[in-house]
C-alpha cells in the first residue's frame, strides 16, 4: 500500500505571509495526486487535481507542483479565508483507490 | 449545479448496521461515481469505496471489505452505502462524493454523523 506523508502537521501564519506545505508518497505515484481545503464542520474542497491543475473557480494564489514522490502546494498570499486544514490526496484508476495525507493544519500566527 | 443531499444523523449500537443515503440533483446524466469518505472525530480523511451507476461496478477500499455495501437505486441518482458489524471506532462523519470516477471526489454531500456507542 502507498503511504502518504505531509509536513508539518500545523502551521501558523498570519493574512500575507507565503505558506507552503509538502507531501511525500511512499513510492513514485506520478502526478496522481490533489489538494483538498478543509474547513471545521464543513465538506472538503478539491483545489488542485493531478499535481499541478487548478480546480474551477479556485482563486490562483493557491498552486501545486511535483511528480512522483515528492509534492508542494503553495498558497502565495494567505487570505483570511484560507486558514484550514489541506490534505493531500493519492488516487488510482485502477484498481479504483484513495489515499489521504495526514492533513496540515494552518492557523493564525 | 451539483447537489448531494445526505440523511440524517444515526446513533447505533455496536455490532449493529447503519445505512446511509447520498441523494444527487443537478448534473446526473451521462456516466459518473459515487464515493463515501468517513472522518473520525479530529482525525482525517479515509476513502471508504464507490460505485459507478451506470454498470454497477462497485470497489471498496481493503479495510471495509466485508462490513461495506454501496448501491444505488433504480435512478441512479441516489446512492446507499451500509456498514454492518459497528464498533465504537466507526463513530465518524460520513461523507458522499460524485465525481467522473470512483476516485474523482469533486461534489461532497453535507456529510451524515455515525454515533455508535
Known amino acids: 500500500d502507498i503511504q502518504m506523508t505531509q509536513s508539518p502537521s500545523s502551521l501558523s501564519a498570519s493574512v500575507g505571509d507565503r505558506v507552503t506545505i509538502t507531501c511525500q508518497a511512499s513510492q513514485d505515484i506520478s502526478n496522481h495526486l490533489n489538494w483538498f481545503q478543509q474547513k471545521p464542520g464543513k465538506a472538503p474542497k478539491l483545489l488542485i487535481y493531478d499535481a499541478s491543475s487548478l480546480d474551477t473557480g479556485v482563486p490562483s494564489r493557491f498552486s501545486g507542483s511535483g511528480s512522483g514522490t515528492d509534492f508542494t502546494f503553495t498558497i502565495t498570499s494567505l487570505q483570511p479565508e484560507d486558514f484550514a486544514t489541506y490534505y493531500c490526496q493519492h488516487y488510482e484508476n485502477v484498481p479504483p483507490d484513495v489515499t489521504f495525507g495526514p492533513g496540515t493544519k494552518v492557523d493564525f500566527k | 449545479q451539483v447537489q448531494l443531499v445526505q440523511s440524517g444523523a444515526e446513533v447505533k449500537r455496536p455490532g449493529s448496521s447503519v445505512k446511509i443515503s447520498c441523494k444527487a440533483s443537478?448534473?446526473?446524466?451521462?456516466?459518473?461515481?459515487f464515493s463515501w469518505v468517513r472522518q473520525a472525530p479530529g482525525q482525517g480523511l479515509e476513502w471508504m469505496g464507490g460505485i459507478i451507476p451506470l454498470f454497477g461496478t462497485t470497489a471498496y477500499a481493503q479495510k471495509f471489505r466485508g462490513r461495506i455495501t454501496i448501491t444505488t437505486d433504480d435512478s441512479k441518482t441516489t446512492a446507499y452505502m451500509e456498514l454492518s458489524s459497528l464498533r465504537s471506532e466507526d463513530t465518524a462523519l460520513y461523507f458522499c462524493?460524485?465525481?467522473?470516477?470512483?476516485?474523482?471526489?469533486?461534489?461532497w454531500g453535507q456529510g451524515t454523523l455515525v454515533s455508535v456507542s
Open positions: 462524493t460524485k465525481g467522473i470516477i470512483m476516485p474523482h471526489l469533486l461534489h
Open positions: 443537478g448534473d446526473t446524466f451521462g456516466n459518473f461515481a
